[in-house]
């Protein structure tokens, strides 16, 4: 559907800037917005390698079970029927980590494994358990107290401080965490 739209909106605008006489303009935009989508693609590419081998680094360095450890006692009570020592839990608490630290493409492996490792704890079943559900919306409204990822958006369009923003980063993403997870755990209980 999404290409449909993309194509449309593409048709639309080639044909009004012929009827308006401003296809200069229009081929200069596509050109700019070409080289400043690819200059805008490799600084994230770098920051992306940078999290994510520090992420594996992590986990061969038995950092995530540490974390896990940690990060236990506020996740037992919404995956009660998850092992703290199993490898879902360890996914999970590395996904949140990272997503803490705002990094949100260094995190999809953890979520993708953890999901793989839920799925597995759930017989295989085409029906997702309610641990699944509750990470879903987990890692979908996540929590990040260190929004990188929006700060190198920030620095690549040259702003001046691209870390003012975490103030409202951290209350929007705190009341979505909270909101998402008070609807999924009531509808959860209703299920059971």
């Known amino acids: 559907m999404l290409n449909y739209i993309w194509s449309g909106l593409i048709i639309?605008?080639?044909?009004?800037?012929?009827?308006?006489?401003?296809?200069?303009?229009l081929s200069d935009a596509l050109v700019n917005s070409g080289a400043s989508s690819i200059q805008l693609l490799m600084t994230?590419?770098?920051?992306i390698c940078l999290w994510s081998g520090i992420?594996?680094?992590?986990?061969?360095?038995?950092?995530?079970?540490?974390i896990s450890k940690a990060?236990?006692?506020?996740?037992?009570?919404l995956f009660s029927k998850l092992d703290k020592n199993s490898a879902a839990f360890r996914c999970i608490t590395m996904n949140i980590t990272a997503n803490?630290?705002?990094?949100g493409n260094a995190a999809t492996p953890f979520g993708l494994k953890a999901m793989s490792e839920l799925h597995?704890?759930?017989?295989?079943?085409?029906?997702?358990?309610?641990?699944?559900?509750?990470?879903?919306?987990?890692?979908?409204?996540?929590?990040?107290i260190l929004p990188t990822t929006i700060a190198a958006f920030r620095q690549s369009?040259?702003?001046?401080?691209?870390?003012?923003?975490?103030v409202p980063i951290w209350i929007s993403s705190a009341c979505a965490l909270a909101v998402a997870l008070i609807i999924a755990c009531t509808f959860c209980k209703k299920q059971n």
Request: aromatic residues 6%.
């Open 12 to 25: 639309v605008s080639v044909v009004f800037a012929a009827l308006l006489n401003n296809t200069s303009e």
């Open 44 to 47: 994230m590419a770098g920051i």
């Open 55 to 66: 992420m594996k680094i992590a986990e061969e360095s038995r950092l995530t079970q540490v």
């Open 71 to 77: 990060f236990a006692p506020l996740l037992k009570p």
């Open 100 to 103: 803490l630290l705002g990094l």
């Open 120 to 144: 597995k704890l759930n017989n295989n079943s085409n029906t997702a358990s309610n641990e699944m559900v509750i990470f879903v919306v987990m890692n979908t409204a996540s929590l990040q």
């Open 157 to 166: 369009y040259k702003s001046n401080a691209p870390f003012e923003i975490m």
